[in-house]
T-cell receptor, first 110, second 114 residues
Framework: QQPVQSPQAVILREGEDAVINCSSSKALYSVHWYRQKHGEAPVFLMI?????EQKGHEKISASFNEKKQQSSLYLTASQLSYSGTYFCGTVTGGGNKLTFGTGTQLKVEL | EADIYQTPRYLVIGTGKKITLECSQTMGHDKMYWYQQDPGMELHLIHY???????EKGDLSSESTVSRIRTEHFPLTLESARPSHTSQYLCASSRGGLGNQPQHFGDGTRLSIL
């Protein structure tokens, strides 16, 4: 089953914050986050392993709630360069096979 | 930077032709993947490989086939292309591990079947 992301789309003004959520119906081993700009390949942002850790990458951070099988991506003080489609990818059990979520389109405007 | 290459970047071809999409990586990664992505939509895994001579079908059924004779090379073949195969195909690779390694993507092949 494909993870469900919310919201589907969001428009921000530069400097505003956003939260993107990813929910799965299966027990998760890890959650990956990627950003894809129009016409380009997805680019890796971060991985969270089960254990409820929170990771940060400059002004982008994420958390993983193992009990709820949910992950959230936090974008603070958004910049124009943050625009793109964000995908979560989930791994269940062992292996490295990702199931990507439905995607969230984010647009940052001046 | 990841070193994974896909050719061609764009391909427009007629129905019934045999097509091979190339994917090569220079990182020595054991695991390789093929995804299909329609414009503005999510990525669907169609094939993956955990090493030489290992190939598995992904979550989305596909009429394409793959082979993994060398670690660095993971080509995808369509024996007889149809308009329903029109899409973008993305190749990716990752190190071994248990879901804790990032996937590195190529730039993709945009395929259009007339």
């Amino acid at each position: 089953q494909q993870p469900v992301q919310s919201p589907q789309a969001v428009i921000l003004r530069e400097g505003e914050d956003a939260v993107i959520n990813c929910s799965s119906s299966k027990a998760l081993y890890s959650v990956h986050w990627y950003r894809q700009k129009h016409g380009e390949a997805p680019v890796f942002l971060m991985i969270l392993l089960k254990g409820g850790e929170q990771k940060g990458h400059e002004k982008i951070s994420a958390s993983f709630n193992e009990k709820k099988q949910q992950s959230s991506l936090y974008l603070t003080a958004s910049q124009l360069s943050y625009s793109g489609t964000y995908f979560c990818g989930t791994v269940t059990g062992g292996g490295n096979k990702l199931t990507f979520g439905t995607g969230t389109q984010l647009k940052v405007e001046l | 930077e990841a070193d994974i290459y896909q050719t061609p970047r764009y391909l427009v071809i007629g129905t019934g032709k045999k097509i091979t999409l190339e994917c090569s990586q220079t990182m020595g990664h054991d695991k390789m993947y093929w995804y299909q992505q329609d414009p503005g939509m999510e990525l669907h895994l169609i094939h993956y490989s955990y090493g030489v001579n290992s190939t598995e079908k992904g979550d989305l059924s596909s009429e394409s086939t793959v082979s993994r004779i060398r670690t660095e090379h993971f080509p995808l073949t369509l024996e007889s292309a149809r308009p329903s195969h029109t899409s973008q195909y993305l190749c990716a690779s990752s190190r071994g591990g248990l879901g804790n390694q990032p996937q590195h993507f190529g730039d993709g092949t945009r395929l259009s079947i007339l």
